[in-house]
Every structure is written in structure tokens, then in C-alpha cells.
């Protein structure tokens, strides 16, 4: 998943090089949004720690 983030950003980096710039926001946005899922999903994984 971690992947997908940073080629989703990649792409969107490669579309303002391109002048592409409604594209880029749109996948800038996408990027965030997975990027923010991911975040939550791992903040809030409960840790099985036995101490």
C-alpha cells in the first residue's frame, strides 16, 4: 500500500512537470486521502504486546 501512495504522488509530480495541473491536483488529492486512510488505520490497529 505504501507503494501505491508514493506512485500515486510520483504521478501527480510528473503531471505539474507536464503541465497537467488539474490532473495533478486531482491525484495530490487522491494521494492525500489514501495517505490520511492509511494513518488512521494504523493509529488506531491495536497492539498485541504482552508485557
Sequence with gaps: MMSLLFLVFLV???C?????KSLAYALFTVGMVLSLFWLN???TDPLS???
Excluded: N
Excluded at 505539474?16 to 497537467?20: F, G, N, Y
Design 12 to 14: 501527480a509530480m510528473i
Design 16 to 20: 505539474v512537470l507536464t503541465k497537467k
Design 41 to 43: 488505520h494504523h493509529a
Design 49 to 51: 504486546i504482552l508485557l
